[in-house]
C-alpha cells in the first residue's frame, strides 16, 4: 500500500489528490487524527484559523486606474501604511483553497510560472483607500499580484511532506497494511512521524517524547550501523580504515554531528581508492552514510 503511493507520488504516475485520498487508507490504519485532520483539510480546503504557514504567500498590491490624460494603466500602490493597521493582511495572501481546486488551476496556467495572477480587494475596501489617497478618483480596482510559482510551490510542500511522511512510515512500519499494531509506543512513534514531517518543529508540541519512543529510535539506529559494519566488512578495506570508522562510531554514534564525521572517512576512503587504483564500491558506502545525516 504505501511503496507503490509512494512509488507513483515520486514519478508522477499520480496526482497530489489522488495521492491523498489513497494516504487517507494509511491515516486510518494507523488511527492517526492528526494525519487524517491534514489530510482532510489539504483535500477540502482550510479554515482560516487552521492554517499552516507554507500556504501564507507574500504579494504585491496594484492599482488599476484610468484618467483622459494617461488612459488605463496599471501601477503599484503603496498601501504600507495601512497594512500594520490591518495586522500585516494586505501583503499577505492565504491560500484556503483544497489541492484539487489548485491543481486544476495549475493545469489552465501550466508553463507560466513566471507569470501572476492577482485577487480584487473588495469594493468597499477599495472606496476607503479611494478617499485616502491623492487622485483617488482615478482609480478604478485594487488588485492583490502574485506570481505563479508560489502556488506551485504550496503545491509541491505538500506533496514532499506526504512523500517524506509515507517514506518514515514504511522504514519504521514495514508491515504495516499486514502487522499493525495499535499500541501506546506505535501511537507514540507515528506521532512523532507525522509532527516532524507535516507540522514542523517538535519543540513547542504536545507530542509526547516517552522512553518507548526513544527506545525504538535507538533501536533503528543500532539497526543502521550493524547493516553499515557488514557492508564494509565486505570489501575488505585496510585494517586502518576499518578500525577508524569503528573508533568514530563507538565515539560519535549519539552525538548531532555522527553523520558529517562518517561523510568525512568515506571522503578519505575515496580519495586513498584514487590514489592507489583500488576498486571500491564508495557509491553503496555513501548510500548508506547519507541515511545517518
Request: proline share 3%; net charge negative.
Amino acid at each position: 500500500m504505501i511503496k507503490p503511493l509512494i512509488k507513483d507520488l515520486t514519478y508522477n504516475n499520480i496526482t497530489l489528490s489522488e495521492g491523498l485520498n489513497r494516504a487517507k487508507i494509511i491515516a486510518f490504519e494507523i488511527k492517526n487524527s492528526e494525519f487524517k485532520e491534514w489530510i482532510n483539510f489539504e483535500l477540502n480546503g482550510y479554515k482560516l484559523e487552521k492554517l499552516p504557514k507554507y500556504r501564507i504567500i507574500k504579494c504585491e498590491i496594484v492599482a488599476d486606474i484610468q484618467n483622459a490624460f494617461y488612459g488605463k494603466r496599471t501601477i503599484p500602490y503603496d498601501l504600507s501604511a495601512w497594512d500594520d493597521e490591518l495586522q500585516g493582511m494586505l501583503y499577505k495572501m492565504n491560500v484556503l483553497q483544497s489541492i484539487p481546486t489548485i491543481e486544476a488551476n495549475l493545469k489552465i496556467i501550466k508553463d507560466k510560472v513566471n507569470e501572476f495572477v492577482f485577487e480584487y480587494l473588495p469594493v468597499g475596501l477599495v472606496q476607503q483607500f479611494k478617499g485616502m489617497t491623492e487622485n483617488g478618483e482615478d482609480i478604478v480596482s485594487i488588485r492583490r499580484k502574485i506570481q505563479v510559482g508560489q502556488v506551485m510551490h504550496i503545491h509541491e510542500i505538500t506533496k514532499q511532506k506526504l512523500v517524506d511522511t509515507l517514506l518514515e512510515l514504511n522504514e519504521t512500519f514495514p508491515n504495516l497494511e499486514d502487522n499493525y499494531q495499535d499500541t501506546k509506543e506505535n501511537s507514540e512513534l507515528t506521532n512523532t512521524i507525522i509532527n516532524n514531517n507535516i507540522f514542523g518543529d517538535t519543540s513547542n508540541s504536545n507530542i509526547s517524547f516517552g522512553d518507548n519512543v526513544k527506545q525504538v529510535m535507538n533501536i533503528k539506529q543500532e539497526k543502521r550501523i550493524e547493516e553499515f559494519l557488514e557492508l564494509i566488512n565486505k570489501l575488505n578495506l585496510d585494517k586502518e580504515d576499518v578500525e577508524e570508522v569503528e573508533i568514530i562510531i563507538a565515539e560519535n554514534k549519539d552525538k548531532p554531528n555522527f553523520g558529517k564525521k562518517l561523510l568525512t572517512w568515506t571522503g578519505k576512503l575515496a580519495t586513498k581508492a584514487v590514489e592507489k587504483g583500488i576498486e571500491l564500491q564508495i557509491p553503496e558506502i555513501l548510500a548508506k552514510v547519507q541515511e545517518f545525516v
